[in-house]
Nanobody
Framework: EEQLVESGGGLVQAGESLRLSCVVSGFTFVGHAIGWFRQAPGKEREAVAC???????YYADSVKGRFTISRDDAKNTVYLQMNSLKPEDTAVYYC?????????????????????WGQGTQVTVSS
């Protein structure tokens, strides 16, 4: 069974950092792009960052320069390092996986339909 499990969320003050982890199981990690998404109360879900199978990365403008996505294929894990957090970063953060077409890695943050989703982890940033 395909599973993505997020962890690392919590309550921090503005300016602090958190590192989220997404552990994947049940499918071949290599050959998938992994994205991080977030949804704040009353708002639509938005894409935050994505890393494809060849480690190209893509970020939302709102997090560029503050968030870094990385992957460890040996551990089937993707990380989202979040620095200089702001109250507007408060949301439930989800990771998701998409199977890439061989030879055609994901090449943008938007416009893809992800295949598998995790349950989410809460990030709360106080001012």
């Amino acid at each position: 069974e395909e599973q993505l499990v997020e962890s690392g969320g919590g309550l921090v003050q503005a300016g602090e950092s958190l590192r989220l982890s997404c552990v994947v199981s049940g499918f071949t990690f290599v050959g998938h792009a992994i994205g991080w998404f977030r949804q704040a109360p009353g708002k639509e879900r938005e894409a935050v960052a994505c890393i494809n199978s060849i480690r190209n990365t893509y970020y939302a403008d709102s997090v560029k320069g503050r968030f870094t996505i990385s992957r460890d294929d040996a551990k089937n894990t993707v990380y989202l390092q979040m620095n200089s957090l702001k109250p507007e970063d408060t949301a439930v953060y989800y990771c998701a996986a998409i199977i890439e077409v061989p030879g055609r890695p994901v090449s943008d943050l938007e416009g893809y339909r992800y295949d598998y989703w995790g349950q989410g982890t809460q990030v709360t940033v106080s001012s």
